[in-house]
Nanobody
Framework: QVQLVESGGGLVQAGGSLRLSCAAL????????MGWFRQAPGKEREFVAR????????YYADSVKGRFTISRDNAKMTVYLQMNGLKPEDTAVYYC????????????????WGQGTQVTVSS
């Protein structure tokens, strides 16, 4: 099994930056893609970004493109989400997830989930 541990959330002002980390532990050989999702109060969980372990191919939601950067360190089995130019609408609980589906974007395609880390952006 795979265990995902997130960290790096916090409270920042609009325009600020945060860097989230997600460490993958256990049997990660079956995972192909790591993704970041977020869920705001009263809203469904939405896709933010994903990255492949093999080539580091990235894909972003339009709402964060140009502001967020996803990266990975295969040796450390850790995925990062650098968030710049944060906006109040970015406020949410952010989750990292692992999938064995290459083009996974839907939450249902991800097999393992972290517990989430709170990101709050004040106006």
């Amino acid at each position: 099994q795979v265990q995902l541990v997130e960290s790096g959330g916090g409270l920042v002002q609009a325009g600020g930056s945060l860097r989230l980390s997600c460490a993958a532990l256990g049997r990660t050989f079956s995972t192909t893609v790591m993704g970041w999702f977020r869920q705001a109060p009263g809203k469904e969980r939405e896709f933010v970004a994903r990255i492949t372990w093999s080539l580091g191919t990235t894909y972003y939601a339009d709402s964060v493109k140009g502001r967020f950067t996803i990266s990975r360190d295969n040796a450390k089995m850790t995925v990062y989400l650098q968030m710049n130019g944060l906006k109040p609408e970015d406020t949410a609980v952010y989750y990292c997830a692992a999938s064995n589906t290459y083009n996974a974007v839907n939450p249902g395609s991800y097999n393992y989930w972290g517990q989430g880390t709170q990101v709050t952006v004040s106006s």
